[in-house]
């Protein structure tokens, strides 16, 4: 299975029709069996989401969550059904507009029967820079307890991404690997692991070899899940149509 994750920013960015024209083409040449997406506002929600039902998405978005739901998810309609699908809201300060949630799908192969979950997220980014480390490592609990739930009732491997705006080196990050639950997907990936591009791409243009930038977009994995690959989309097509790299893994399931 092919998991990807796209932070596909619905602001301060190009919002002109080549714009979605490249998100599409990307998301065909990856052939992701399942999306989450993270900043999918209403604009794109309104003139994206039929496009990605076009290639043949299941779209879980605005049922989940009560109101518009900017970590939606997407699975191929023809290799899953969805058995159980949810979202939450991820902490935030007093007030804070309800862009940064999780949604989550618990998914089964309608081949092989095979169950698994996969979650979406976009962690706290607002305020001051202390309230945003304390606000991230409770969004980080979050993320953990809903992976213990699935855990607890579906008995499957789980899947998180997303654009966690954080570092390796953050308390949130410690958070999210030390309970024995989660693995970070690139210290385990048989191929391409550790990849120092993950984040924003600063723009249009794609950063030189070596260049500094934040790796903040993740995957995190139950130790079911083998990794095969951990890749980001680094060519010309993703740094034009988001200021993300587009993250994917390649994942089997232990016997």
Not at 30 to 49: K, L, N, S
Request: hydrophobic residues 35%; charged residues 20%.
């Amino acid at each position: 299975y092919r998991i990807m994750s796209l932070n596909i920013q619905d602001y301060s960015f190009n919002k002109d029709e080549t714009r979605y024209a490249q998100i599409a083409k990307l998301i065909q040449y990856y052939d992701a069996d399942v999306i989450g997406f993270q900043e999918y506002g209403e604009e794109i929600d309104a003139r994206f989401t039929s496009t990605l039902k076009s290639l043949g998405y299941t779209f879980i978005g605005n049922e989940v969550s009560g109101s518009h739901n900017r970590v939606p998810l997407a699975y191929k309609t023809s290799r899953f059904t969805c058995v159980k699908k949810g979202w939450s809201r991820l902490p935030g300060e007093v007030g804070d507009r309800p862009w940064h949630g999780v949604s989550w799908a618990v998914l089964k192969d309608k081949t092989t029967g095979q169950i698994f979950a996969v979650t979406t997220s976009h962690f706290y980014n607002q305020g001051t820079l202390e309230n945003k480390v304390l606000i991230r490592q409770e969004n980080s609990r979050t993320v953990l307890n809903i992976t213990n739930d699935i855990i607890k009732n579906y008995n499957c491997p789980v899947i998180n991404t997303g654009d966690f705006n954080m570092r390796s080196f953050d308390e949130a990050y410690h958070i999210m690997v030390s309970a024995g639950t989660l693995t970070d997907s690139r210290f385990i990936a048989a191929r391409d692991g550790i990849m120092t591009r993950i984040g924003h791409t600063l723009g249009s243009s794609i950063p030189a070899e070596g260049s500094p930038t934040r790796t903040i977009d993740y995957f995190f994995v139950t130790d079911d899940v083998n990794v095969l690959r951990n890749r980001a989309s680094q060519n010309m097509t993703s740094g034009c149509a988001t200021d993300h790299f587009p993250l994917y893994v390649d994942i089997s399931f232990a016997a």
